[in-house]
């Protein structure tokens, strides 16, 4: 079993920035990858950003350029920096960690709004 707990949402303005946080515990050993995904309203869940164990990432083509993520291995946390935050960024966040099973956070509410 793998938890995982979000934190770093929030209201920001257009232009901002917002740094999530994903904290793992339980079987860390068993995950080879880590990623974030967001969901608006009425739309599927979409994959932001994704990183692996040998710190390969890749990005959903909305957010290139714009958003990083990173990972502490001592820390068992995983990162998402993101900048030059737009509306449409506007959604609840998910981490993710892809083991035997995919196991996901609780997800962080991320407004962007004036």
């Known amino acids: 079993q793998v938890q995982l707990v979000e934190s770093g949402g929030g209201l920001v303005q257009p232009g901002g920035s917002l740094r999530l946080s994903c904290a793992a515990s339980?079987?860390?050993?068993?995950?080879?990858?880590m990623a974030w995904y967001r969901q608006a309203p009425g739309k599927q869940r979409e994959l932001v950003a994704g990183?692996?164990?040998?710190?390969?990432?890749n990005y959903g083509d909305s957010v290139k350029g714009r958003f990083t993520i990173s990972r502490d291995n001592a820390k068992n946390t995983v990162y998402l920096q993101m900048n030059s935050l737009k509306s449409e960024d506007t959604a609840v966040y998910y981490c993710?960690?892809?083991?035997?099973?995919?196991?996901w956070g609780q997800g962080t509410q991320v407004t962007v709004s004036s």
């Open positions: 993710n960690a892809g083991s035997v099973h995919q196991y």
């Open positions: 339980g079987s860390i050993a068993s995950i080879y990858a």
């Open positions: 990183i692996s164990n040998g710190g390969r990432t």
